[in-house]
């Protein structure tokens, strides 16, 4: 059995004081008080201890709000405080169906809370599935525990992939190197030796060790960062903000209009003073679009349920909304397009090396690594070390994805020999023949390693210079039986697909190939791309297939794209896609990705299905087409709302309805159908400029509802006359104001299908029965007198409708959403 040489644990002296967990440590240029390492860990008694002093990693569960958070979000809102005290006036001075909206808003706020709590509950019980678990050593033992069990002094293992979960001190470092660019900016992985400060929000990128935790909980330095950057979110994404933005403008419109009504119904106009009342709060409540945040929330929290049940954890809301927007996917072969598992396929001779010795070359490198790749685990299957082989390993280089290569020197039976195994056109020079050999190979898809021995010492910076090739070792990657078809879906809706990988460009490009990928006869070299920016960009906009590309080459691409003005997701699943990962606007990791990448990702598959993708894009774009549409019908009723308290103050009339009029009327062509309409399948491409898209059509429909409705009452008013006129008066212009509406409706439920013309129907036939039922005539107050103004209303409407028509082909041609 190959025996590796004892860890470097040279720290502090026996003895030496504890790290005092309040210290403060600087992020940047750490200096790490004496600590005392215990290898074997923990006792139980002293993890007990620990626990009953409250020395417990006690962070916040990532995934969502508290309980009292959410009823907290849905309850206490600006529109509910309004709403609420004119429901309370109502209540007092109005028969109870003039308060029906009050109800309606509990009744709203309650679906909100179910539906978000439903979702929280999904989201708790997918993040422990997805929980990182990090090695801890008690009594001697090592063990996966969740992070929130870590105390203070735990002793925790270290690996590539690894996130460090709190503050501590390294303990044991083999060749231990941990990328701290997420908390510093540093770009370049630091070495880690004992006695050096590691912190929590970093992660290891090569080699191996163990540190003692010195800070947890929310004394650790990445915690409070996390706690604020990780929570279940609904407001950073264009919707939420947009939605905000036209928020603020409706309540600047309100509250001098609303002002304008009070002074006209209850100071200049002689009547009835609860009747003025009743009529005032009916002007001012329909201009609140009290249900287009909460039908936002139900629709984000109704996706989180859907998506949860294939196994997707959603870690940031807005990334639902965020991948539909998404016009670019950059995709990580190795455990997105193939599966994480390889075989060995051959082993190729070089040099006059012996077969035999060169398995046994492979046997030791691979007992040599604690923690091998996928790459390496398979060449350990194929060749496993012998028992008495009699190799020791005396000094170890460990993969890195910015080297692309990894290394071990040995005590062998016969002398010492180094050895690197790793990217052979990275190895040998340019013009080698054995790069010849090697393009058959990688033209079949097959992944080509390097076995070659070295002169130099392995920490040499040119250590591959003194390479001398002595096998190939080829292994056949397992393609994704479902990569084929979800590459497919993003080219069917226009999303770019770039693979962008560590391999050599010309095997990338034959897994492409074989998944049908547009472009993936033109694999690209990524060590030729071009530094700047915009050139990059340019490149990268004509390729689709990129091959040997560092970590820091896949952040820049990253960086380019977005620069060129494209919005782009990420996938991956090793530590080498972490920064590209954090950078995309929308990060998505396989659950059976390293620690590190699932930590950063708003996304995790948690079932490692490429395939749950599409689940995803298509759940986001319901989410943002359905709101906008949605949002039209309910700032429509806003702006037709404002406009009719403006006409009535400049007037100097009643207003025509009463809060239970537009309850019915928002019920029927606004709350029913919109709830249906916000749930519904949507495939439509996410577009930008939400605001502009909505009031380009809002306001139009709302000028149209609004002119149409106070004529009809106008010319009700001059026909009408005695007891009963205003009733009568209020009626025909309800009628009118309804048939505008459903016609909005019936425009914003196009593209038509069965169940949505029964949508249109069904809402058109629930009015009719209002008009014909006695006791809800009586109940709503609505009751047509004679034929003649009743006609002239529907005539009005349908001269509206007509309008609108107009008006909508027009705004169309005219008014693009996409200008700024």
Not at 316 to 344: F, N, Q, Y
């Amino acid at each position: 059995m190959t025996q590796r040489a004892k860890i470097d644990t040279d720290g502090p002296e026996p003895g030496a004081p504890v790290i005092d967990a309040g210290a403060e440590l600087d992020p940047v240029h750490p200096v790490a008080p004496p600590v005392r390492h215990r290898p074997e860990g923990l006792t139980a008694a002293e993890v007990a201890e620990r626990v009953a002093r409250g020395e417990v990693n006690d962070v916040p569960v990532r995934s969502s709000r508290s309980a009292a958070d959410i009823v907290r979000a849905n309850v206490f809102t600006r529109f509910n405080a309004i709403i609420g005290v004119l429901w309370v006036i109502m209540l007092v001075v109005a028969p109870i169906q003039d308060s029906l909206f009050g109800f309606v808003i509990l009744a709203n706020t309650g679906i909100g809370i179910v539906q978000e709590l439903r979702a929280k509950k999904t989201l708790d019980g997918l993040a422990v599935i997805g929980e990182a678990k990090p090695t801890v050593r008690r009594d001697g033992v090592a063990a996966r525990l969740s992070t929130s069990e870590i105390v203070l002094g735990d002793c925790v293992e270290l690996g590539p992939g690894d996130k460090v979960v709190v503050d501590g001190v390294v303990a044991e470092a083999d060749n231990l190197e941990i990328d701290e660019s997420l908390l510093t900016g540093e770009a370049d992985p630091v070495v880690k030796k004992p006695g050096d400060q590691v912190m929590s929000g970093s992660f290891v990128v090569a080699g191996g060790g163990a540190f003692t935790a010195t800070k947890v909980g929310r004394e650790a330095y990445a915690a409070q960062l996390a706690e604020e950057a990780s929570r279940f979110t609904l407001v950073h994404s264009e919707l939420r903000s947009g939605i905000s933005t036209i928020l603020k403008y409706v309540t600047w419109m309100m509250v001098p209009t609303a002002i304008g009504l009070v002074i006209s119904q209850l100071v200049v106009k002689d009547t009835d003073l609860k009747e003025s009342v009743a009529r005032t709060v009916g002007g001012i409540v329909p201009m609140v679009p009290e249900g287009l945040v909460l039908l936002t929330s139900v629709a984000f929290a109704i996706g989180v349920i859907r998506l949860g049940r294939k196994q997707c954890l959603v870690q940031e809301l807005p990334a639902i909304e965020g991948l539909a927007r998404v016009d670019v996917v950059c995709l990580d072969k190795t455990g997105t397009l193939t599966e994480g598992g390889m075989d060995v396929t051959e082993l190729r001779m070089l040099n006059g090396y012996d077969e035999t010795y060169v398995r046994e070359v492979l046997g030791a490198l691979g007992a040599s690594d604690p923690r091998p790749n996928a790459s390496l685990q398979a060449i350990i299957d194929a060749y496993p070390a012998e028992a008495d082989g009699g190799w020791t390993c005396v000094q170890a280089l460990p993969f890195s994805s910015a080297r692309k290569y990894s290394g071990a020197a040995f005590q062998e039976p016969d002398g010492t020999s180094s050895w690197l195994l790793g990217a052979p056109d990275v190895l040998l020079p340019d013009g080698d023949p054995v790069l010849d050999a090697i393009e058959d190979l990688n033209a079949q898809g097959l992944r080509v390693l390097l076995l070659a021995r070295v002169t130099a010492a392995l920490d040499d910076p040119e250590v591959a210079s003194t390479a001398r090739a002595a096998a190939l070792v080829v292994l056949e990657q397992r393609l994704r039986p479902d990569a084929a078809d979800t590459l497919a879906y993003f080219a069917d809706q226009k999303v770019a697909a770039k693979v962008i990988s560590g391999d050599n460009a010309v095997s990338v490009g034959a897994v492409a190939a074989k998944l049908g990928m547009d472009g993936a006869d033109r694999a690209v070299d990524a060590r030729r791309l071009p530094a700047e920016r915009a050139e990059m960009a340019t490149a990268l906009d004509e390729g689709a297939v990129f091959g040997r590309v560092t970590p820091r080459q896949k952040r820049d691409m990253v960086g380019a794209l977005q620069a060129h003005g494209h919005t782009v997701a990420m996938t991956g699943d090793g530590v080498n896609d972490v920064l590209a990962l954090k950078d995309a606007d929308i990060g998505v990791s396989m659950g059976s990705g390293s620690e590190a990448t699932k930590a950063v990702a708003q996304i995790v598959l948690l079932n490692n299905s490429f395939a749950t993708l599409p689940s995803v894009v298509a759940e986001g774009r319901r989410v943002i087409g359905n709101i906008t549409r949605v949002a039209t019908l309910f700032l429509t009723k806003t702006v037709y709302s404002v406009l009719l308290a403006i006409l009535v103050v400049c007037s100097q009339v009643e207003y025509p309805f009463l809060p239970r009029h537009l309850t019915l009327l928002s019920t029927l062509t606004i709350g029913v159908p919109a709830f249906f309409l916000a749930l519904a399948p949507n495939k439509e491409r996410a577009q930008p400029h939400f605001v502009r898209r909505v009031m380009r059509y809002a306001i139009p429909a709302g000028l149209v509802a609004a002119a149409t409705t106070f004529a009809t009452y106008l010319l009700a008013r001059t026909h009408y006359s005695g007891e009963g006129a205003l009733a009568a008066e209020t009626s025909a212009a309800t009628l009118t104001l309804f048939l505008v509406s459903l016609w909005v409706l019936a425009i914003i439920a196009r593209p038509y299908t069965w169940w949505r013309v029964g949508l249109v129907a069904t809402m058109g036939l629930g009015f009719l029965v209002v008009l014909v039922v006695p006791w809800l005539q009586d109940f709503f107050a609505l009751k047509l007198v004679g034929t003649t103004m009743p006609w002239a209303a529907v005539a009005i409407a349908a001269l509206g409708a007509a309008v609108l028509e107009l008006a909508w082909r027009w705004v169309s041609r005219k008014v693009p959403a996409t200008a700024d």
